[in-house]
C-alpha cells in the first residue's frame, strides 16, 4: 500500500507563486501517471495535469503556461510549481499515482488547500 501526503499549499495574493509537494510512501514505478487535481468549494474535482512515466506531461486549457507538472523518482515525489495564480484556481488541491497495468493501483492523497485572494 502506498500513502500520498501533499504539502505546500496555503495563501497566496494573486499573482503569486506556490509549490505543491506529494511524497510517496512507497516506490513508484515508471508505469505510474501521476497527477494533481483539483475541487473548488460546490463543484467537481477536475484533472489539473499529470505526468507518464515516460515524462509526457499535459495540462487543463485553464492552467496551462502558468503551472508546471514534475516528478522526481530519486525522491519519490511529484510537484505542481504554479505561477501567476489567480483568485479561480483557489481550491483542495489532491495528487493521485495510477498504475493501469497488472497491477493496476489507484491511489489518492488526502489534498492541501490553495487559496489565491487579496
Known amino acids: 500500500q502506498v500513502q500520498l501526503v501533499e504539502s505546500g499549499g496555503g495563501l497566496v495574493q494573486p499573482g503569486g507563486s506556490l509549490r505543491l509537494s506529494c511524497a510517496a510512501s512507497g516506490f513508484l514505478d515508471n508505469d505510474y501517471t501521476m497527477g494533481w487535481y483539483r475541487q473548488a468549494p460546490g463543484k467537481q474535482r477536475v484533472l489539473v495535469a499529470s505526468?507518464?512515466?515516460?515524462?509526457?506531461?499535459s495540462y487543463a486549457d485553464d492552467i496551462k503556461g502558468r503551472f508546471t507538472i514534475s516528478r522526481l523518482y530519486a525522491k519519490n515525489t511529484l510537484y505542481l510549481q504554479m505561477n501567476s495564480l489567480k483568485p479561480e484556481d483557489t481550491a483542495d488541491y489532491y495528487c493521485?499515482?495510477?498504475?493501469?497495468?497488472?497491477?493496476?493501483?489507484?491511489?489518492w492523497g488526502q489534498g492541501t488547500q490553495v487559496t489565491v485572494s487579496s
Open positions: 505526468i507518464t512515466g515516460g515524462g509526457s506531461t
Open positions: 493521485r499515482a495510477t498504475r493501469t497495468s497488472p497491477p493496476v493501483r489507484d491511489y
